[in-house]
Nanobody, 121 residues
Framework: QVQLVESGGGLVQYGESLRLSCAASGSIFSINAMGWYRQAPGKQRELVAISSGGSENYADSVKDRFTISRDNAKKTAYLQMNSLKAEDTAVYYC????????????????WGQGTQVTVSS
């Protein structure tokens, strides 16, 4: 079994910072990519940031404010969020594309349970 466990969400004021963490655990052979998506009320889930193959990609709305990083030894991804705005309010979901030990021939997508980020103006 593979699990992604997120932490670090909460309520902050406009302009403040938060750091999200996502730890992958279980029977994992390798991780190809880890990232973050978010879903605001009434909106579709959207990509925030993703780290894959040593490169990072960001949604235009978070460029220069958010930074994704990974600790491969700990199988953990982080999302440093600075200069938060009200429009960043959403449930943030961790994402991983990985090769589980139970199915070495396939890349499988896993999701975390989500963590709420609320930015008050």
């Amino acid at each position: 079994q593979v699990q992604l466990v997120e932490s670090g969400g909460g309520l902050v004021q406009y302009g403040e910072s938060l750091r999200l963490s996502c730890a992958a655990s279980g029977s994992i052979f390798s991780i190809n990519a880890m990232g973050w998506y978010r879903q605001a009320p009434g909106k579709q889930r959207e990509l925030v940031a993703i780290s894959s193959g040593g490169s990072e990609n960001y949604a235009d709305s978070v460029k220069d404010r958010f930074t994704i990083s990974r600790d491969n030894a700990k199988k953990t991804a982080y999302l440093q969020m600075n200069s938060l705005k009200a429009e960043d309010t959403a449930v943030y979901y961790c994402y991983a594309l990985l090769r589980p030990l139970s199915n070495l021939g396939s890349l499988v997508t896993y999701w975390g349970q989500g963590t709420q980020v609320t930015v008050s103006s």
